[in-house]
């Protein structure tokens, strides 16, 4: 009964793993094929004769590569650092404090999730002009910080309210303010649900290139998804370079996950498990 | 829950981290630098390099500082439209024509200086005439030409008729994009219709442009020309050999292998005898950003790149198409035949019209196109059915209103509301309670200022553009007209095609389907991999996480081509099980199937992640308690774990249902909304209003508000559901 059991568990694990890989294949195939798609029905992705040469056109082929790879990791490891800073008081405070105004920002918070963003890039172009932040890797990373801090201030919030707070009760007895228990205790304590905000809002900046394009006007200001779209024109694409240059692209994102899969798991339900 | 550490080790943690923060702060800031000329442009490949060839030439011979961009397609026009009003643009930008009405409406380009205007063909500069001042400088024609694989035809070709026939030589007689109304063109006009009347009325209409449907219907049908080809397959196959001929412009010509054997002329007739399919030709000019004012090195810039010096680079280089005709006896042009060829096409092409309505006309002859070679309708209905479309998003303007009962609401609620607070603040000890709060705001104020002022701003503003229609340039209040558009279908069907209600639906079923199998996918994981002595636990989480760590506008892509009706592996699948090929996108069923398979895929792991964290707050004595007791599997999943997962699971849910309901890239990028437009959802609906059909951004700005409106009802009402579940 457990072997069959067992038997069935791997059976779903290996089915959903199956289903989870093979379009990834799809995309490995056609960055490692030098002709391009398959122009033949085929239900095995990868190439007879697999090629480099889309990888090395995205690497070498562009003389500012490593330039905008760091741009990038600096974007969106400042976006997510950023984000969190700014979260971290806030959610404290809503999760400790009863005060005035508390409700209504936390559902104006929630709404702001909900405004499909069409119409706002013109207005929030205008505004970084005027706070001379236009084409700034600063300017960029204050945008995506905002965006990204409903969720971090949420999920920070539900992580916060996890915590006992009798933790806190017996620092204050002993004389530490407000500020050095939150320093102390409750941000090591919160550090699984930090980690998986850091990694979404990370991961957000990372992905997106159309705020980046219109934002940024220099080649070695840009982050690596402008220059990744690049290759889709007008008339014609080359997808096998696209293609070569997403699975670069997320490469860092994979690492990310993979150190942080133990804090993903309990980080991101830390608040909402009150049993 | 972690205990507390000491508090040595802890305040180090706090200091590094405050480290990091200050020594990332100050590395992000770079200071820009003020640059002589700076131009953008959208090129890649040759052309950009022979753009380059030509931009370095100026620089060393006139040692002025030269700055190029090179900017996505995709973002190009959004980027100039934000940054040329406010100053910030380049001084010389390259792009179509296509768009120079739009842009002189917008009032984003300079006229070109009398002294530039020498030498260019007539025909391209009359493209650039709008009345009679000249904006921008032709660069480059770009029309579709015929590629003929000389290995596989011999023989002279005056009609399509002479390509040999499938199956003969070849699997196809000619590939070309048969699905983009470009592509369609030239078998408009062959076919003696038009995309835009000249008195701007729409074109495509009676009997020829029927005809023109019926003739590309029959191309596919008699298996001469392949189904839902896109571009990177249309050279693909030519270059296999697998087709014998195609049409594609001059930058397919970068693509050809050097020692292929391929003639380049300009589309001969459908039949012999017939009328010549003309393409559209458009014109790639250099223009001169407004609010830039024409220093005397931008002009000297414009000029080596427009005059025949940079020309004869860009053409030799860039296999660009130039239009002067002074260079044609240049000996190093003379000898590129297929250039010289397309330089044939563009003369024989009928200019494009730039104007606004010409915008309008894509989408309406798209729809018919698709319409028809799915055979959903006869090519006389189809036309009908692109007039009508083409009336309903060239519909007119809604008429002013007057802003007057506007700010008197707005003073009214202003006044209601002061009066409300007011009494309020008396009844509460209103200012006892914000002076309790006022520590609070220590902690909440940056946090707070900095979302009103770069998320709360734009949101307003943006919802407030709802109330406006016409160009961003010249906005007309119109109040709620826009709603009221919206809200009854413009005069149309309630629930026809397009429509707001029928859409909504979609997007309705959309969520539920995709939240549904979210939700249980990712639970049936998350409990599968959650069992204590699973092997292999870690490999299996790693990789089913995967989906959700690739960029998403990619592997939509793939999803998109694993469904191609021809070349897709679901089809290839169904065919080795003994299937029949399925034309995915041609049915709403299956196109909406297929969007669901790929957002399900990419949003599983979310829930199985959040279900796994979820499992391990479980209180384990319960799940031990129940086993003892002897429930079977499923009754302890019914009565003890579900019930404890759903309270932990719903926020989740919640944010999982915002993100479906608003899930564009998926929508946009796998079906695009086919069949005609039947497999949009709100926002992309939205979207199309306010980029693709003539920027009605008021339009697409009431779209995102119900939007909004809908999803702030939504969440509520299932928040209440959460808070009645758990009690």
């Given at each position: ?5 067992s ?5 779903v ?6 289903f989870?890989l ?12 030098p002709a ?6 085929a ?25 905008q ?6 974007v969106s490891?400042a976006t997510?650092t ?14 400790r404090?009863r ?10 918070m929630?709404?702001t ?18 706070l001379g ?13 905002t ?7 949420l999920q ?5 309210e ?8 017996a ?6 303010s407000?500020v050095?228990t939150?320093?102390t205790?409750v941000?090591p ?12 809002a990370?991961?957000?900046a ?21 220059v ?21 692209v997320?490469v ?5 996950f ?5 804090s ?7 608040g909402?498990?009150?049993? | 829950m ?14 590094r ?12 800031t ?15 490949d ?10 370095h030439a ?17 973002a190009?026009?959004?980027?100039l439209?934000a940054?040329i ?7 010389l ?15 984003l380009l ?13 025909s391209a500069?009359r493209a650039?005439?709008q009345g ?11 029309s579709l030409a015929?590629f003929v ?5 011999k023989g002279?070709?005056d009609s ?9 030589s ?7 994009e048969?699905?983009s109304s ?5 078998f408009?006009?062959?076919a003696?219709?038009?995309f835009l ?5 729409f ?7 029927a005809?023109a449907?019926r003739d590309?219907?029959?191309?596919v ?6 189904a ?8 693909q196959l ?19 292998p050097?020692?292929?054997d391929v ?16 393409p559209?030709?458009?014109v790639?000019?250099?223009?001169f950003s407004a ?8 002009v ?32 190093e ?14 003369k ?8 606004v ?25 189809a036309?009908a059915?692109?007039e009508r479309?083409f009336r309903?998003v060239?519909?007119p303007?809604?008429?002013?209103a007057?802003?007057a009962?506007w700010?008197l609401?707005?003073?009214l609620?202003?006044?209601?509301g002061?009066?409300l607070?007011?009494?309020?603040a ?6 006892l309670a914000?002076?309790r ?13 900095i ?5 709360g701003?734009?949101?307003i503003?943006?919802?407030a553009?709802?109330?406006?229609a ?10 709620f ?6 809200l009854t279908?413009?005069?149309g069907?309630?629930?026809g ?19 549904a199998?979210?939700v ?6 998350g409990l599968?991999l959650?069992?204590p ?6 490999v ?6 995967l ?11 793939a999803w998109?081509g694993?469904?191609?009706?021809q ?9 080795y099980l ?8 041609a049915?709403?069923?299956?196109a ?9 895929w990419l949003g ?8 796994l ?5 479980l209180?384990?004595e ?7 007791d ?10 003890v774990?579900a ?17 479906t309901?608003?899930m564009f890239n998926?929508v ?8 005609d ?10 979207y199309?209003?306010a980029?693709t059909?003539?920027?009605?951004v ?7 508000v ?22």
């Amino acid at each position: 009964m457990k072997a069959l059991e067992s038997f069935a568990a791997h059976a779903v694990a290996i089915v959903a793993t199956m289903f989870a890989l093979y379009p990834l294949l799809w995309v490995l195939g056609l960055a490692i094929s030098p002709a391009g798609m398959a122009s033949e029905p085929a239900l095995w992705p990868l190439p007879d004769s697999p090629s480099l040469a889309n990888a090395k056109a995205v690497v070498s082929g562009n003389p500012h590569f490593w330039t905008q790879l760091a741009n990038s990791l600096i974007v969106s490891g400042a976006t997510a650092t950023v984000a969190i800073f700014l979260a971290l008081p806030a959610a404290y405070a809503l999760a400790r404090f009863r005060f005035f105004g508390a409700q209504p920002g936390l559902r104006a918070m929630l709404w702001t999730q909900m405004f499909p963003g069409v119409a706002s890039a013109v207005p929030l172009y205008v505004i970084l002009d005027k706070l001379g932040l236009l084409d700034s890797r600063s300017g960029l990373v204050l945008v995506y910080a905002t965006t990204a801090i409903p969720f971090a201030l949420l999920q920070l919030k539900g992580a916060f309210e996890g915590i006992p707070i009798e933790l806190e009760e017996a620092a204050w007895v002993d004389g530490a303010s407000r500020v050095r228990t939150f320093l102390t205790i409750v941000i090591p304590a919160a550090r699984p649900a930090i980690a998986v905000t850091f990694l979404f809002a990370f991961m957000s900046a990372w992905n997106e290139f159309i705020l980046a394009a219109t934002l940024l006007s220099r080649e070695s200001a840009f982050t690596l998804p402008v220059v990744l779209q690049r290759v889709v024109g007008e008339h014609a694409a080359h997808w096998g370079v696209f293609a070569a240059g997403a699975l670069i692209v997320s490469v860092p994102v994979v690492a990310l996950f993979y150190v942080a899969q133990r804090s993903l798991v309990s980080g991101l339900t830390a608040g909402s498990v009150k049993g | 829950m972690t205990p507390p550490h000491c508090p040595i080790a802890t305040r180090g943690f706090g200091f590094r981290v405050l480290g990091f923060f200050l020594a990332i702060l100050l590395l992000v800031t770079a200071p820009a630098r003020a640059d002589e000329v700076t131009i953008w442009h959208a090129y890649r490949d040759a052309e950009a390099q022979a753009l380059d060839t030509v931009v370095h030439a100026f620089e060393l011979r006139t040692g002025h500082h030269v700055t190029m961009l090179a900017v996505p397609f995709d973002a190009y026009s959004a980027k100039l439209a934000a940054a040329i009003p406010n100053g910030n643009g380049p001084d010389l930008f390259i792009e179509a024509h296509e768009r120079l009405g739009t842009y002189v409406r917008d009032g984003l380009l300079d006229a070109v200086p009398a002294a530039l205007d020498e030498g260019f063909d007539a025909s391209a500069r009359r493209a650039l005439l709008q009345g009679t001042t000249l904006y921008g400088l032709p660069l480059a024609a770009k029309s579709l030409a015929l590629f003929v694989d000389r290995s596989v035809v011999k023989g002279p070709i005056d009609s399509l008729d002479d390509l040999p026939r499938p199956g003969t030589s070849s699997t196809y007689t000619l590939v070309y994009e048969n699905e983009s109304s470009y592509a369609f063109a030239p078998f408009v006009h062959g076919a003696g219709s038009d995309f835009l009347a000249a008195d701007e009325s729409f074109g495509f209409v009676g009997p020829a442009a029927a005809q023109a449907l019926r003739d590309v219907a029959l191309l596919v049908r008699e298996g001469r020309v392949p189904a839902e080809a896109s571009g990177a397959l249309v050279s693909q196959l030519f270059r296999e050999h697998k087709a014998a001929a195609m049409i594609s412009g001059p930058w397919a010509l970068g693509d050809l292998p050097h020692d292929s054997d391929v003639e380049v002329m300009p589309l001969p007739p459908l039949h012999r005898g017939g009328r010549p399919l003309r393409p559209f030709v458009t014109v790639e000019a250099l223009f001169f950003s407004a609010h830039r004012g024409a220093k005397a090195s931008t002009v000297a810039l414009a000029r080596a790149i427009a005059f025949d010096e940079g020309a004869v680079v860009r053409a030799r280089d860039g296999h660009q198409v130039v239009p002067r005709s002074s260079l044609s006896a240049r000996p190093e042009l003379a000898q590129l035949a297929s250039l010289q060829a397309f330089q044939r096409a563009a003369k024989e092409a009928i200019g494009m019209p730039s104007s606004v309505r010409m915008r309008a006309t894509w989408e309406p002859i798209g729809a018919a196109l698709k319409a028809t070679l799915r055979g959903d309708l006869t090519p006389e209905n189809a036309v009908a059915m692109a007039e009508r479309r083409f009336r309903d998003v060239t519909r007119p303007q809604a008429p002013p209103a007057s802003t007057a009962p506007w700010f008197l609401a707005l003073g009214l609620l202003s006044l209601t509301g002061a009066i409300l607070t007011y009494r309020r603040a008396r009844a509460e000890a209103w200012g006892l309670a914000l002076k309790r709060s006022l520590p609070a705001y220590l902690w909440v104020t940056h946090a707070a200022v900095i979302l009103l002022l770069l998320v709360g701003g734009p949101l307003i503003v943006g919802a407030a553009t709802s109330l406006f229609a016409g160009t961003r340039s010249a906005p007309t209040f119109v109040g709620f007209a826009n709603y009221v558009s919206i809200l009854t279908a413009r005069g149309g069907e309630l629930l026809g095609l397009g429509s707001f209600w029928r859409t909504l639906l979609v997007t309705l079923l959309w969520t539920a389907v995709n939240v549904a199998l979210h939700v249980t996918i990712g639970v049936a994981l998350g409990l599968v991999l959650s069992r204590p002595l699973m092997r292999l636990k870690t490999v299996y989480r790693v990789l089913l996480v995967l989906p959700w760590a690739v960029p998403s506008y990619v592997s939509a892509l793939a999803w998109k081509g694993m469904f191609h009706r021809q070349f897709g592996a679901i089809n290839a699948l169904l065919t080795y099980l003994g299937g029949e090929p399925v034309a995915w996108f041609a049915r709403f069923s299956t196109a909406f199937a297929a969007n669901v398979a790929t957002n399900v895929w990419l949003g599983f792991p979310f829930f199985m992640v959040v279900t796994l964290g979820a499992i391990t707050g479980l209180p384990q004595e319960v799940l031990e308690a129940a086993s003892i007791d002897g429930a079977t599997r499923w009754q302890r999943f019914r009565y003890v774990i579900a019930p404890l997962l759903l309270p932990a699971l719903l926020p989740s849910v919640i944010l999982g249902t915002v993100w479906t309901f608003n899930m564009f890239n998926v929508v946009f990028l796998v079906s695009g909304g086919e069949p005609d437009g039947a497999t949009d959802i709100l926002v992309s609906e939205a979207y199309r209003w306010a980029f693709t059909r003539d920027a009605q951004v008021g339009y697409g700005a009431a779209y995102a508000v119900l939007v909004f409106l809908l999803l702030v009802a939504g969440t509520r009402a299932l928040d209440a559901f959460g808070k009645k579940a758990e009690s």
